[in-house]
């Protein structure tokens, strides 16, 4: 039983195995994300097909039934006020693309508080006096400064994330070119090889030199 043999084929099924499980889990992600957007889109059609109220609230909580980020209901409801053409789900379309453009602002901010921050803006915009216009212009100032913040960590999150999978995948590429460096032949393994070559042939009887032998002794009386 050659026993390199078989590890060699067992390190080959690892290591294709595990690029094989990577590129199919990154595909799954991508398909699943692309099926959620889908599956909102229906749903919404088919709540305004049947006159459903909605509030822009409502088809967040419906997006994160479908493990949908907040970004993605932008996205679905561009595309369907884009595709569609039936006045009334236009017009709730627009109206829930409104009600989103309204609390982008604060978008990065815990739910819990975006409607206060609607409202008040909505208020300060209303108030006959002209300072209560730039009444929220601090808040509005140190939450920019905490969503940028904010974005900066999920930045760093999201760059950590792709350098532990490349590292996942250096470290499997790696592996395997040192198995292949440990298992070629070395110096010594091809001046052996060379020696063996060159001296074989010299250890093998030579057909003429025996037919030659064979007839001298024939003639010999």
């Not at 206060?116 to 803006?121: E, K, M, P």
């Not at 999150?157 to 590292?167: E, P």
Request: contains cysteine.
């Amino acid at each position: 039983m050659d026993f390199d043999k078989i590890f060699n084929y067992i390190f080959l099924v690892i290591y294709v195995g595990g690029l094989s499980v990577f590129f199919v889990v990154m595909a799954k992600l991508v398909i699943d994300k692309r099926k959620a957007r889908h599956e909102l889109k229906q749903n919404l059609l088919e709540k305004f097909k049947a006159a459903i109220p909605l509030s822009i609230n409502d088809v967040i909580n419906m997006a994160k039934g479908a493990d949908l980020a907040r970004p993605s209901v932008g996205k679905c409801l561009n595309q369907l006020l884009s595709a569609t053409n039936d006045p009334v789900t236009f017009g709730e379309l627009q109206r829930l693309t409104a009600e989103l453009e309204k609390e982008e602002p604060f978008d990065d901010l815990p739910e819990e508080v975006k409607p206060s921050l609607v409202r008040l803006t909505e208020l300060c915009d209303a108030s006959s006096v002209k300072s209560d216009k730039y009444l929220l212009s601090p808040v509005q100032k140190t939450l920019g400064t905490y969503v940028e913040l904010k974005a900066e960590v999920e930045k760093n999150r999201t760059k950590a994330k792709w350098l532990n999978i490349a590292g996942i995948v250096s470290l499997i590429v790696g592996t395997w070119s040192f198995y292949l460096t440990w298992k070629s032949p070395d110096v010594k393994d091809i001046e052996a090889a060379v020696k063996r070559a060159v001296s074989s042939p010299s250890q093998e009887p030579n057909p003429a030199v025996q037919g030659t032998l064979r007839d001298k002794a024939a003639q010999r009386p």
